[in-house]
């Protein structure tokens, strides 16, 4: 069982910048994909970015968010980051951290953290 927990989440103003951190319990191939998805209440949980591999090089973006936000991974401290620029009030959500051994069976997931960006 892979224990996911995300930090980074707050209160911002359109244009400013948050890092979301989705640290993880173990280094295996349960944490192989990673992504980060959001939920605002009312929707269902949407995808916003994921990387795939330890290298970190096969990332993918929702298209809302591409040229603003960008997925990194950190091997060595078992933690994902979201790097989230220009916010706008439409990011506004819950986001929360997945993990699996592919992108199609995201099977573990954190709590969430909620971003609130005002205009």
């Known amino acids: 069982q892979v224990q996911l927990v995300e930090s980074g989440g707050g209160l911002v103003q359109a244009g400013d910048s948050l890092r979301l951190s989705c640290a993880a319990s173990?280094?295996?191939?349960?944490?192989?994909?990673m992504g980060w998805f959001r939920q605002v209440p009312g929707k269902e949980r949407a995808f916003v970015a994921s990387?795939?591999?330890?290298?970190?090089?096969?990332?993918a973006y929702v298209d809302s968010v591409k040229g603003r936000f960008t997925i990194s991974r950190d091997n060595a401290k078992n933690t994902v980051y979201l790097q989230m620029n220009s916010l706008k009030p439409e990011d506004t959500a819950v986001y929360y951290c997945?993990?699996?051994?592919?992108?199609?069976?995201?099977?573990?997931w954190g709590k969430g953290t909620l971003v609130t960006v005002s205009s």
């Open positions: 997945a993990s699996g051994s592919s992108i199609g069976s995201m099977n573990y």
């Open positions: 173990e280094h295996s191939s349960r944490s192989y994909a």
């Open positions: 990387v795939i591999g330890w290298s970190g090089g096969s990332t």
